[in-house]
């Protein structure tokens, strides 16, 4: 794969976001409307480092793109 293909360009702009974020997108390219994901939480306890995977999805058909990210951003913020 070229460094400037449009494949290679997408997977490096996924990696920044998840690495951003914490948030692991799930392709669901039966359902366009659907967005599926993890969050990795990271707790330290005692020395320790601790890591919780949450799922979750929106069905984003009846919200703005706005919604739809204020909604990932609210679970990322109540995990914490």
Known sequence: IGFSTPLYLCRKKLSMYACVTKVIPEA???DPFKISACI???FHFSSSLYITIEKFQLETNEMS???S???IWSIIINKQ
């Open 28 to 30: 669901d390219v039966n």
């Open 40 to 42: 990795l939480f990271f």
């Open 65 to 67: 793109a706005y919604e």
């Open 69 to 71: 990210c204020n909604s």
